[in-house]
């Protein structure tokens, strides 16, 4: 079983940068496509952003495109989101997610194979 540990989240004022990492102990970590989503209190979770598991393809939400980031390193197990020029509204709480099939990640969350535990981004104005 793997399992997914996100650390990195914090406060940020607006305008600044956060890395989220996506780590994982179990080298089979490398076979998973890897996405993150976020919930903010109130909403229902949404997809941020998702990679393959070589990398070659990745794929964002319009509200973050262009301002962050999304890579692996499969020599660590991790994969991480850069997040620039933050604003108030990306203030949420950032799960990892994993599965064999990207489209899962992209399309539609409810039979996503694993999650992690979540970690916190505020953003200040």
């Known amino acids: 079983q793997v399992h997914l540990v996100e650390s990195g989240g914090g406060l940020a004022q607006a305008g600044e940068s956060l890395t989220l990492s996506c780590a994982a102990s179990e080298r089979t970590f490398n076979d998973y496509a890897v996405g993150w989503f976020r919930q903010a209190p109130g909403k229902e979770r949404e997809f941020v952003s998702a990679i393959t598991w070589s990398g070659d393809y990745r794929d964002y939400a319009a509200s ?14 991790i994969v991480y989101l850069r997040m620039k020029s933050l604003e108030p509204a990306d203030a949420a709480v950032y799960y990892c997610a994993a599965d064999h099939a990207i489209v899962r990640l992209t399309e539609n969350d409810r039979f996503i194979e694993l999650w992690g535990q979540g970690t916190l981004v505020t953003v200040s104005t």
């Open 64 to 77: 973050v495109k262009g301002r962050f980031t999304i890579s692996r390193d499969s020599a660590k197990n």
